[in-house]
């Protein structure tokens, strides 16, 4: 009762009949209008931050885009198609983000372009970056071997200020309703971060495709070039080789006899090098088997000891476990002389050269498919090779060596035959170190088949008898063909194309067509599918510098007999004899 009845003090709040309010309390709605500003301000710096980010982004956007058609077209640049370039303009209509794109040439002339927002293309293709209204617009040069062949253009729409004017003012105003605003604020931030950081992996990702893609189009590209030379150099062989294998045949002139099996030995080798041009362009048709890498490479042993020499040692590291590859046996083994020779030559002072096998099975490669494969790993303690070097390595033709010492067709054509059986060639090489290479090859099912010793076709002795039709549009060629098989006692007529030879058969059904199939107009194909049409019976064997084994398989079925060019006269009388009884004996 006595604290009811105690004096008050001066400063009681009871006095004057008021009350008064705590220091914090009073001091609360200062600190609530310092809050609101803060989380305004806070809100106005992520309304900039995202309005930077949003330009950064739409920039970096078209850039990707315009980088992306630089890339895909520079090949069709280089090599003036411009229906390539057309095609992937057009694969940008799909995006709906770019309302336009347009392809230049060096000369700043348009080469392919569309535009969807109804607004024109520019007459000449604008220099770097512009924003007009909601659309940037963004143009990058096409570069191939360091000079500017063109122009990409992009344009692209960019959403609506007002748009985001409003998505920023949500922000803001989630930012002044409560202080949980500013983690949200981090939150976003982080997100943003993560963003840009999957977006500069997705440009380096792509990049890196549009590079693979690009150089797959350049390889095709030249595959395309060396194929049709091949094959004009194996017609120009053809009657070149038959000629000198039958001049040593029936010469006993020693002199003469020496001078044309000399040349018959250097027409040879410019046969295999065509062989090598085929085998890189993937035109020529190569047969898939078992094949025990390891019993190969070990048969291979004196070979390669007697190729390299005494200054390199050979280790063989081969692993018993290693199953058999679906390939083929003769281009394995001349790929590993080939990886072998350069080895060499790589090391000049000699040194140690490794050839490994092993098992592996691939699960995601952006290359190869899902499976099982064998790996034949050649190493060496050479010199090695650059970056720069290395990035050409597969190229047809690059070379470093002295000239006269390589073709600089080896490692083009071991990568040619690897992607044939669906395989890849992968190299590692670092100067002063030594070189790796590793070829895949995808692993048989089962065991190989056991080997059987393969004798040497023999010509059978004696006239022939049988009425056989050529058609091949090389006069040369045509005129090799006639002169050995007429010489072979065989009825022989021939034609220059495909419509003289259609009307020959016609005329009268042959009991063999020998047919080219690399010709103007009607290739040999189709010739083989209209003689069907008549003559369902009518053995036809296709003689040709290159052959496209899916059409040939279409035509006369999987197992279309092929005489490949460049041959001899032995080669062309087994490859008839096979569908002819024996030949009659010499009268006495």
Known sequence: MGSLNAPRQPGDSRMNGRTRLPDGLRRAPSAALVAV?????????????????????????????????????????????????????????????????????????GVAGYARDGRPLPIS??????????????TVPVVAAGERIGSAYVRTSVEPFAQRLARYGVIMLLAMMAGLAAMVVAVSAAQQRRIN??????????????????????????????????????????????????????????????????????????????????????????SSAAVPVNEL???????????????????????????????????????????????????????????????????????????????ITISDTGSGMSPEVLARATEPFFTTKEIGRGTGLGLAQVYGVAQQFNGTLRIES????????????????????????????????????????????DGDVRAFLVSTLQGLGYDVRSAEDAEAGLRLLAERA???????????????????RRARATHPALPIVFVTGHADTADLATAIGP????????????????????YFPQPRPHAA
Do not use: W
């Not at 411009?82 to 770019?98: F, G, K, Q, T, Y």
């Not at 009657?239 to 044309?260: D, F, H, K, N, Y």
């Open 37 to 109: 500003i803060l989380l305004l301000g806070l809100g106005l710096a992520v309304t900039a931050y995202s309005e930077r980010q949003f330009q950064l982004r739409s920039r970096q956007e078209a850039a990707v885009q315009a980088a992306m058609l630089a890339a895909s077209v520079s090949v069709a640049l280089e090599f003036e198609d411009a229906s390539i370039a057309r095609e992937n303009v057009r694969s940008l209509s799909a995006n709906p983000s770019i309302d336009a794109a347009g392809v230049y040439d060096a000369a700043g002339r």
């Open 125 to 138: 293709p604008p220099d770097g970056e512009a924003t007009v209204g909601d659309r940037l617009s963004i």
């Open 197 to 286: 950081a999957a977006l500069r992996s997705e440009i380096a990702e792509r990049e890196a495709a549009e590079e693979r893609l690009r150089q797959a189009q350049k390889m095709q590209a030249v595959g395309q070039l060396t194929g049709g030379i091949a094959h004009d150099f194996n017609n120009l062989l053809t009657p070149i080789m038959g000629g000198l294998e039958i001049i040593t045949s029936v010469t006993t002139e020693p002199r003469t006899r020496s001078l044309a099996a000399n040349a018959l030995e250097a027409a040879r080798r410019g046969a295999k090098l065509t062989g090598q041009l085929l085998a890189f362009s993937r035109t020529h048709r190569l």
């Open 297 to 375: 490479i070990e048969n291979m042993q004196q070979l390669l000891h007697h190729t390299l020499g005494p200054s390199v040692r050979v280790r063989l590291a081969l692993d018993p476990d290693c199953g058999v590859a679906l390939c083929d046996a003769n281009q394995i083994e001349n790929a590993v002389l080939n990886l072998a020779i350069n080895s060499r030559d790589a090391m000049a002072d000699g040194g140690t050269l490794t050839i490994a096998t092993s098992c592996e099975t691939i699960d995601d490669d952006g290359e190869l498919a899902a499976g099982d494969y064998v790996a």
């Open 430 to 473: 670092e100067v002063g170190v030594g070189t790796t290479i590793r070829m895949l090859l995808p692993a048989a099912v089962g065991d190989a088949p056991a080997h059987a010793a393969v004798a040497e076709a023999q010509v059978k002795v004696g006239r022939r008898a049988g009425h056989i039709l050529i058609i091949d549009d």
């Open 510 to 528: 042959p009991d063999l067509l020998l047919v080219d199939y690399a010709m103007p107009g009607m290739n040999g194909a189709d010739v083989a």
């Open 559 to 578: 197992d279309a007999p092929v005489l490949h060019k460049p041959f001899g006269a032995r080669e062309l009388a087994a490859m008839v004899d096979r």
